[in-house]
């Protein structure tokens, strides 16, 4: 049920990214929606299967997005990889830790699309980009992916509650 619960999170970031956020003129601002699973998946599971879900949802973004292929799958790696080597040395219930692994987690995203376009156009195209929304996307991150990983803790929460009581229902339905 677990399972269903992150598929179904991966599906609905998804479609919010792509298909109904370029809608409202706040999209330009908008950071990668999917980093809030990622974070999620990073910081409390620490299951094997975890970084396999993580490339299959870089997977489904590299698939969406008209960007390089391997560019989400690479930086969602990457952060996975970041958040774990972070666990390891960080007090994790600090008020900083989520908006400072937020903050590289973006600034990973980003770094990897600045290199992406330095080996396919070159130098020139790197310095035409839009290093301002760069730093919007950064600030944006670093203050709204805490609160969507909040905001998941708490769907993840009340959805293992409501798969507890329907297994109950169940029970009692099946012992009569």
Same mark, same amino acid.
């Given at each position: 049920?677990?399972?269903?619960?992150?598929?179904?999170?991966?599906? %609905?970031?998804?479609?919010? /990214?792509?298909?109904?956020?370029?809608?409202?003129?706040? #999209?330009?601002?908008? %950071?990668?929606?999917? &980093?809030?699973?990622?974070?999620?998946?990073?910081?409390?599971?620490?299951?094997?299967?975890?970084? $396999? $879900? &993580?490339?299959?949802?870089?997977?489904?973004?590299?698939?969406?997005?008209?960007?390089?292929?391997?560019?989400?799958?690479?930086?969602?790696?990457?952060?996975?990889?970041?958040?774990?080597?972070? *666990?390891?040395?960080? #007090?994790?219930?600090?008020?900083? #830790?989520?908006?400072?692994?937020?903050?590289?987690? !973006?600034?990973?995203?980003?770094?990897?699309?600045? #290199?992406?376009?330095?080996?396919?156009?070159?130098?020139?195209?790197?310095?035409?980009?839009?290093?301002?929304?760069? !730093?919007?996307?950064?600030?944006?991150?670093?203050?709204?992916?805490?609160?969507?990983?909040?905001?998941?803790?708490?769907?993840? /929460?009340?959805? @293992?509650?409501?798969?507890?009581?329907?297994? *109950? *229902?169940?029970? *009692?339905?099946? @012992?009569?």
């Amino acid at each position: 049920m677990n399972l269903l619960f992150f598929v179904i999170a991966t599906l %609905f970031l998804s479609v919010l /990214q792509t298909l109904i956020a370029p809608w409202f003129s706040w #999209f330009v601002h908008s %950071f990668d929606l999917t &980093i809030i699973l990622v974070l999620f998946l990073s910081l409390n599971f620490s299951h094997y299967a975890v970084p $396999a $879900a &993580i490339v299959f949802i870089g997977g489904i973004m590299d698939s969406l997005s008209g960007g390089p292929f391997f560019l989400y799958v690479f930086s969602y790696v990457w952060i996975y990889v970041m958040v774990q080597l972070v *666990k390891q040395f960080v #007090f994790q219930t600090s008020g900083l #830790f989520v908006p400072v692994i937020s903050m590289v987690s !973006v600034m990973i995203q980003q770094g990897l699309g600045v #290199f992406a376009v330095f080996i396919q156009q070159g130098q020139a195209a790197v310095w035409q980009m839009d290093f301002g929304q760069m !730093v919007r996307h950064v600030v944006y991150g670093t203050v709204l992916i805490p609160a969507g990983v909040w905001l998941l803790s708490i769907s993840y /929460q009340n959805w @293992n509650y409501m798969v507890r009581m329907l297994q *109950k *229902k169940w029970e *009692k339905r099946v @012992n009569s």
